[in-house]
């Protein structure tokens, strides 16, 4: 029975994920243009006829539609659907680790916040503050506010000096704003020592690609955010981890 009752909320966790995902692609194409993300209505972007109510439902529609406008046929980003399955999963993940506790929303939305600033840094290498500010201030709405503020104020603090002197000694800026504020969201959901554990896990993921591609360069966001998923979901493991890693 119990068992049952899980199942039953994290399909209805899911799916109320999806809703907001369908949301952040709202956010992920007009913010970055400067638009409302309120109004107008959404549009095909080929076209631009409003759609109906119907061609918005998460994931169905798109493949409802066959990835294709309803009225002129063009394709419609593959994006779209990733962005409400990506959002439902991490919903369900967020709810089997904490539970259905009160501060559980806000947990959520601001890991999907940084989804948002995900993807709209690998499409634009740009990180927009009204973004970044809202993923920071729900990961500060949760029963231990003020460690929250505290451990947020000395991760942004702590990388924004680190960036000063970074920036002294190459000579150009070494480290965006929008890190800094990434960082706080980072200390604020995260605390210590496991904000450290996420920067280096970061630093470890974006290795790789940032070979392949060191002549375009790569976002560094992107692999805070996933980092910063991955310690919150395992923060018991990266504990022991790094237990084992000093102790032995």
């Given at each position: ?9 994290s399909i209805a966790v899911f799916i109320f994920g999806t809703l907001i995902g369908s949301f ?94 995900v993807m709209i840094d690998f499409k634009y290498m740009a990180v927009p503050d009204n973004v ?95 980092a910063t998923f991955i310690v919150y979901l395992y923060d018991t493991q990266a504990l022991a ?8």
């Amino acid at each position: 029975m119990q068992e049952n009752l899980l199942i039953e909320i994290s399909i209805a966790v899911f799916i109320f994920g999806t809703l907001i995902g369908s949301f952040l692609n709202v956010v992920i194409y007009r913010i970055p243009k400067g638009e409302n993300i309120a109004f107008p209505a959404s549009k095909c972007q080929s076209c631009q006829t409003p759609l109906k109510w119907y061609h918005n439902i998460p994931i169905f529609s798109w493949l409802f539609l066959r990835g294709k406008c309803s009225f002129c046929k063009d394709p419609i980003s593959k994006q779209y659907p990733l962005v409400e399955l990506l959002t439902g999963f991490i919903f369900v993940a967020l709810y089997m680790k904490l539970g259905l506790v009160w501060y559980l929303p806000f947990v959520a939305a601001s890991f999907a916040s940084l989804l948002a600033l995900v993807m709209i840094d690998f499409k634009y290498m740009a990180v927009p503050d009204n973004v970044n500010f809202a993923a920071l201030l729900f990961a500060l709405i949760q029963p231990n506010f003020l460690d929250a503020m505290m451990y947020g104020a000395i991760a942004a603090g702590g990388l924004y000096l680190i960036g000063l002197f970074s920036s002294f000694i190459a000579k150009r800026e070494a480290m965006g704003g929008a890190d800094v504020i990434v960082a706080g969201t980072m200390g604020a959901l995260l605390g210590f020592p496991n904000f450290f554990m996420a920067l280096f896990l970061s630093a470890i993921l974006a290795m790789i690609p940032a070979l392949i591609w060191r002549e375009k360069g790569v976002p560094f966001v992107p692999f805070l955010a996933l980092a910063t998923f991955i310690v919150y979901l395992y923060d018991t493991q990266a504990l022991a981890l790094l237990d084992t890693l000093i102790y032995g």
